[in-house]
């Protein structure tokens, strides 16, 4: 029998990969998403990519909060497990805003474990981050490592974490995956799904992509004066079609009896300074991205990378693809779609 998997947030960057996965994996899947920072073109691209197996997928807008709207999912369909992806998720603006960061993130998640364990289901796989880390003082980072939140959104993160721990406490019938995410980029293969911000990007790559394709004149890069092989801050940057097998990985570990709350760090292993990433960009993409230097980003870390053993023994999962199928395969998308989901000239 197909599992049935509820995917919170699974129109977005990260939760429509991981969609498009688990209907080719064979799952069935509901896809709730208040459409806050997504397209709902992305529900019909998933659905087309997935082939005679799209008809697994429903699909409801609602807000995670609407504890009302929430129960009529869960009574209409008996889950095997929840994907939950869905969050607010720009650090800078959460500085500026942070109780609509907590009450999205926070109240969201609360609300959700709450029908959760009223229906009886009670496994949940949890988009954490490595912001976790804050500044590691070594790398690669390790799931033992203590936690430091650097602002108000990887606070909700560490929140969330915590809640989770102590839900399994109180019960341990919960099963409770948390999986803190490196730098997600690239896109599926085919062009069809990517990443798609609004506005200005907060993250690198997107902001390359949009340079690239002729949006903003200059990638301006935020501090050269790091203690790194050239300056520039290294990050753990991992395909996002990695990301969302790793999804599946985690599922198949909730069949574990073992398995109580447990996090594992989804990342490559390899740190990539943001120079080496451009210079990646520039030649999967044939463009020269001019540059601005400039000081360093406020709460910046300086490395970050994974340790993947956590998750390589535990979930027996492990990243495929390097920095060049990630820029082969974001540049494949925004050459095709340089307005993301609604551009104009879209070749898809
Ligand atoms: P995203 O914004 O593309 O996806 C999140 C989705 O959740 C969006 O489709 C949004 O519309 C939806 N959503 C937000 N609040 C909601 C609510 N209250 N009710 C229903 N839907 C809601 O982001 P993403 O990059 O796909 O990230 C997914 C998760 O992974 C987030 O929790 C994020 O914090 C986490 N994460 C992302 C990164 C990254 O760099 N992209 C890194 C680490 C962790
Ligand atoms: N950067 C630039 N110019 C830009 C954008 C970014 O130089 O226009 C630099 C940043 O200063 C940083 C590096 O590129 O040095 C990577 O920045 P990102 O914003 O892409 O990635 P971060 O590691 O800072 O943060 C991201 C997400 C977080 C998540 C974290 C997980 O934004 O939500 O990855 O490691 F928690």
Redesign the pocket.
Same mark, same amino acid.
């Given at each position: 029998m197909a599992k049935n998997i509820l995917v919170?947030?699974g129109?977005? @960057?990260?939760?429509s990969h991981t969609v498009l996965q688990l209907l080719l994996g064979g799952y069935k899947t509901v896809v709730?998403?208040?459409?806050?920072?997504?397209s709902e073109i992305a529900v019909a691209k998933v659905k087309e990519l997935a082939g005679y197996q799209g008809n697994n997928m429903t699909f409801h807008k609602?807000?995670?909060?609407d504890k009302a709207a929430l129960e009529v999912v869960f009574a209409g369909t008996k889950f095997d497990a929840v994907i939950h992806? %869905?969050?607010?998720?720009a650090v800078g603006e959460s500085v500026q805003k942070p109780l609509p960061y907590f009450d999205?993130n926070l109240t969201?998640t609360i609300t959700l474990l709450e029908v959760m364990a009223a229906h009886g289901c009670k496994n949940l796989v949890f988009?954490?981050? %490595?912001?976790a880390y804050g500044w590691p003082k070594v790398v690669p980072c390790t799931e033992e490592f203590p936690l430091q939140a650097m602002n108000p959104?990887g606070r909700s993160?560490l929140f969330i974490e915590e809640i989770c721990r102590d839900v399994h406490r109180s019960d341990s019938e919960w099963k409770i995956i948390l999986l803190r @995410?490196f730098?997600?980029v690239g896109a599926h293969p085919s062009g069809k799904i990517g990443?798609d911000p609004r506005g200005i990007p907060n993250?690198l790559m997107p902001f390359v992509t949009q340079v690239a394709v002729g949006r903003r004149p200059a990638l301006t890069v935020f501090g050269t004066d790091y203690s790194t092989k050239d300056g520039t801050v290294v990050r753990d940057y991992i395909h996002v079609v990695d990301l969302a097998d790793g999804h599946i990985a985690a599922l198949h570990k909730l069949d574990d009896p073992k398995v109580g709350c447990e996090v594992y760090n989804l990342g490559t292993g390899k740190g990539t300074s943001v120079l080496e990433m451009v210079a990646a960009f520039e030649k999967a993409s044939g463009k020269k991205i001019p540059l601005v230097k400039s000081g360093r980003r406020p709460g910046d870390a300086e490395i970050v990378y994974a340790s993947t053993e956590k998750a390589e023994r535990g979930l027996n999962w492990k990243a495929r693809y390097g920095i060049d199928e990630m820029c082969r395969d974001q540049w494949n998308w925004a050459s095709k779609n340089p307005y993301g989901y609604e551009s104009p000239n879209s070749t898809n």
């Open positions: 919170i947030g129109v977005g @960057y990260i939760g709730v998403d208040n459409l806050d920072n997504a609602l807000d995670l909060r992806f %869905a969050g607010l998720k999205n969201g988009s954490s981050s %490595a912001t959104y993160k @995410y730098n997600p990443e993250n």
